[in-house]
């Protein structure tokens, strides 16, 4: 015991807290058993660390056994539940220091639990009291946007977000129970007429709402949004007077023709399905093997000369984050950008990727590179799997020419764009597009 009188955990309790750590970082997946989820980070982890598991095995091979199974899981069940505790009082220290205490006294779950966490971490981070180790505004700004499909501001609601969110949703149920109880819907070729708003409602849709609105206009005129280009997909939302938003712009293109939410869902868990098991493991080793060099030192993040981990990778929720040759140093005011999708994302293996790397330090490239973290949740319905950044127009350019010889008929999409920094804020390629669709709508109702 200590001085305090406290007792000291013994290596192999350290080691299980280091565990217990490692697995909080890696969220379970839908549909995935806890039993499940435990064996499999099990196996990651001792797959990454082996020299601990031969250090725990050695250091108690003469204690005594394990008595049973039962108290495993209800030692396991307490640390986990200890390990949740002191973060739920980490937040709401924080919390109550940002006087965040008086606005909600609602704790949300799923993702928008995940957005409720990522406000706060900012308005701490901003505040100089970061909730978690690590925390910067800039990486925590650029992970709300990916995974929210909009910038962060400071008057930030959750509680405004999720009531807005349900009343999207609300619109677009009331507009499908419009169109199946229609008189005006008649059964053609065994299909069901899309039954279109009026110019005038048009105005209320904005983001998923004015997308399903548009696949039932392109599928009035037999045109496949699948097959065009990320710009013509803007100017086809424009002529139309719907408001897409960034996070439509960026989807996989087979997601553009969905005209409710349910055909989204059912094609997304189709191409979730496509993507093999073997394949899903591998990608899954890759991330966590990228994560952890991450955060070594900048001479022990280097997968091959002049090709190197981004360190933004360690605490990036989205993306990881490659370096090659002399990549992209400071805040730009615009940074020139190319981006590709592949048609089966089973032929996208890491050491496919590596080898694309390779080949464009090769080409002497001088940029950045990133992939998604997450191959069945992120992969499957991204526009962008693969985004260079280069250094110069020139650079990004020559990026996409290396792509396109490099995955020639596995390449699905491809693109040019450029990210700006517009009244000192940040914007991607597809948040410029989705400005200019607004700009231009709302200039054409006024006209």
Do not use: C
């Amino acid at each position: 015991m200590n001085l305090e009188g406290q007792v000291q955990p013994t290596k192999e309790e350290k080691l299980e807290i280091e565990k217990e750590l490692f697995k909080n970082s890696h969220a379970v997946r839908v549909g995935q058993s806890m039993a499940d989820y435990k064996a499999e980070m099990d196996a990651l982890w001792n797959k990454m660390h082996p020299e601990k598991k031969e250090t725990l095995e050695t250091e108690t091979e003469h204690t005594e056994p394990v008595q049973n199974n039962k108290e495993d899981d209800e030692q396991w069940k307490r640390k986990v539940e200890a390990s949740e505790g002191k973060r739920q009082e980490d937040l709401k220290r924080v919390r109550k220091e940002l006087g965040l205490d008086t606005l909600s006294t609602e704790r949300f779950t799923g993702s928008l639990g995940k957005i409720q966490e990522y406000d706060e971490r900012i308005r701490a981070v901003r505040a100089g009291k970061p909730i978690k180790n690590g925390d910067t505004e800039d990486v925590l700004l650029e992970d709300f946007r990916s995974f929210v499909k909009q910038d962060w501001s400071e008057d930030f609601d959750i509680n405004k977000f999720q009531k807005e969110r349900e009343t999207s949703k609300a619109f677009s149920a009331s507009k499908a129970n419009e169109s199946t109880g229609s008189s005006s819907n008649t059964e053609r070729k065994g299909e069901k007429e899309e039954v279109l708003v009026s110019t005038e409602e048009r105005e209320k849709l904005t983001g998923w709402s004015a997308s399903y609105e548009l696949a039932k206009i392109a599928k009035k005129e037999g045109l496949d949004l699948a097959g065009l280009s990320r710009e013509e997909y803007a100017e086809y939302a424009i002529k139309n007077l719907l408001a897409i938003d960034d996070d439509q712009l960026r989807m996989a293109p087979w997601q553009r023709n969905g005209t409710s939410v349910e055909e989204l869902l059912e094609g997304r868990k189709k191409a979730r399905a496509e993507v093999r098991k073997e394949t899903e493991e591998v990608f899954d080793r890759f991330f966590l093997e990228m994560k952890t060099k991450a955060a070594q030192q900048e001479q022990d993040r280097y997968l091959s000369e002049k090709i190197r981990v981004r360190s933004g990778t360690k605490d990036s929720d989205s993306w990881l984050f490659f370096g090659i040759n002399d990549s992209l140093d400071g805040n730009r005011p615009e940074t020139y950008k190319s981006y590709i999708s592949v048609k089966d994302l089973n032929t996208l293996t890491p050491e496919r990727f590596v080898s694309f790397l390779k080949a464009l330090k090769d080409s002497d490239y001088h940029g950045d590179v990133k992939i998604f973290q997450d191959i069945i949740q992120q992969g499957t319905g991204l526009n962008d799997q693969i985004v260079m950044h280069g250094r110069s127009e020139k650079d990004s350019k020559l990026a996409l020419e290396i792509a396109e010889k490099f995955f020639a008929g596995d390449l699905n999409k491809k693109g040019i764009g450029k990210d700006e920094i517009i009244d000192g804020k940040e914007y991607s390629y597809s948040q410029i597009l989705a400005r200019k669709i607004k700009a231009e709508i709302e200039a054409k109702r006024a006209s």
